[in-house]
């Protein structure tokens, strides 16, 4: 089913497409189904462009929405392409995940969320590409965007032309731990340097974290607004407007309905609860997590009156009533020993078309594991910049597109790599090394 939209500036093909809930029984007697939502989005004139595939960042949150006339990385991308909007299996207008999830104890309802990771996204893909008729096309990635492209080049890299990646290089078959331990380093930081920035904010914060503890707050949706639900605004300190967004929240007077509505607002756990159940498995290389970032939270961030980042605790499932149906599910998926999302053996012998943007000051991927990553993809083009946060394709999205774009078509001859069981023949006598673009 297909519906097209004509406004300013672009043409839009909205479409529905049946896929199944399990890709790996996805012809069997009683096998469910869900709809994956997709809204193409091409230039007049553009509509046999080559098409570029759009993956969002989350776990958990729908595809961007386009505006007319496009603006940003939309705008530049489609120059050269038409561009396919997904909203990821359980997002948007997809057959949604809400607060209840379906199956009829904890057990299923968990073996049913194992279901909505990368590897389920990226067969989604295969399947609308196939649907659409498409040999190959682009794809672009930002943040767990990236990630489910990585997890794309080890299940279907003949799909793709090029791939695009920013900031979204995930380490391959690292300890979880090693991740979360990392971003502790940087959230701290990043609170040094917020503090610096804003030096009467910390007796803010304090005041509202031990007024928080005391009292009993109620936000607009009624739940209670805890301390540690509050330090969870260090979301966003990884965004290059982020530190001016928590300084507006935290110079409001406490409790008024405006400090109440930011508070709230502030984080989308509620909005997606997927992005919390689903999000530590993001990093689940082939492990269970076991509450990852709860187990390696840091004194320091409590005793100094720190903010958290993108981090999520087995609280949460309690401090936010949206949440309380998935939380048996969400400590099994703790403890659920998760298969493996990359094939390092692939991606070692990936071509020369794939550009990634790595963030120095990342607050959420780790800058030291980002470029381990893109030296494990030999041929992968690396742009490492301090210019720009986590959301650099956000904030200038035109800019960080083209300069992608342009490396990879100063690439020349692409490499053509012929797919067997666990072994693939480099048809091109040399690849070049990674490197770091200025």
């Not at 997590?289 to 840091?298: D, I, N």
């Not at 959420?364 to 494990?376: I, K, M, N």
């Not at 992608?404 to 690849?431: N, Y």
Request: charged letters at 25%; aromatic letters at 10%.
């Amino acid at each position: 089913m297909s519906v097209t939209i004509r406004a300013p500036g672009v043409i839009l093909t909205e479409r529905e497409h049946t896929v199944p809930l399990d890709h790996a029984a996805p012809g069997g007697v009683g096998t469910a189904s869900i709809t994956v939502f997709t809204r193409e989005v091409a230039a007049p004139g553009g509509e046999d462009r080559p098409y570029l595939l759009w993956l969002q960042g989350g776990p958990g949150f729908e595809a961007t929405r386009p505006t007319s006339p496009p603006t940003g990385w939309l705008k530049r991308a489609l120059c050269d392409y038409r561009v396919l909007l997904l909203d990821q299996r359980g997002t948007g207008r997809s057959t949604p995940v809400g607060s209840v999830i379906p199956g009829g104890t904890p057990e299923a309802q968990a073996t049913y969320l194992t279901r909505f990771r990368a590897d389920s996204i990226v067969r989604d893909a295969e399947l609308i590409r196939a649907e659409l008729g498409v040999d190959r096309w682009s794809v672009l990635g930002q943040s767990f965007g990236g990630f489910t492209t990585m997890t794309y080049l080890s299940i279907a890299p003949e799909s793709l032309r090029e791939a695009y990646i920013t900031g979204g290089l995930s380490p391959i078959g690292r300890p979880v731990d090693d991740i979360y331990r990392a971003t502790y380093v940087r959230i701290l930081a990043k609170n040094a340097g917020y503090f610096a920035r804003y030096p009467g904010d910390r007796a803010r914060a304090r005041e509202i974290f031990r007024r928080l503890d005391a009292e009993d707050v109620r936000l607009p949706s009624g739940d209670r607004l805890t301390a540690r639900r509050f330090r969870q605004l260090g979301l966003w300190l990884g965004d290059s407007a982020g530190w001016e967004l928590l300084h507006h929240v935290l110079e409001l007077p406490f409790g008024s309905l405006a400090f109440l509505h930011d508070a709230e607002n502030g984080v989308k756990f509620q909005r997606n609860p997927i992005y919390a159940t689903l999000h530590e498995s993001s990093y689940a290389d082939g492990v269970a997590t076991l509450w990852s970032g709860a187990r390696l939270l840091p004194p320091a961030v409590v005793a100094e009156d720190c903010f958290t980042g993108e981090h999520v605790f087995p609280w949460m499932w309690e401090d936010y009533v949206a949440l309380r149906p998935q939380r048996a599910a969400a400590h099994l998926l703790a403890e659920h020993p998760w298969p493996r999302l990359y094939d390092a053996d692939r991606l070692r012998f990936f071509n020369d078309t794939a550009t990634t943007e790595i963030y120095t000051d990342d607050a959420f991927v780790e800058h030291d594991f980002a470029r381990e990553t893109a030296a494990a993809i030999r041929g992968l083009r690396a742009w490492t910049t301090s210019e720009y946060e986590h959301n650099g394709i956000r904030a200038d999205g035109e800019r960080v597109l083209d300069r992608l774009i342009d490396m990879v078509r100063s690439l020349g001859q692409t490499v053509r790599c012929l797919v067997r069981p666990h072994l693939w023949e480099v048809q091109k006598a040399d690849f070049p090394e990674t490197v770091s673009a200025p």
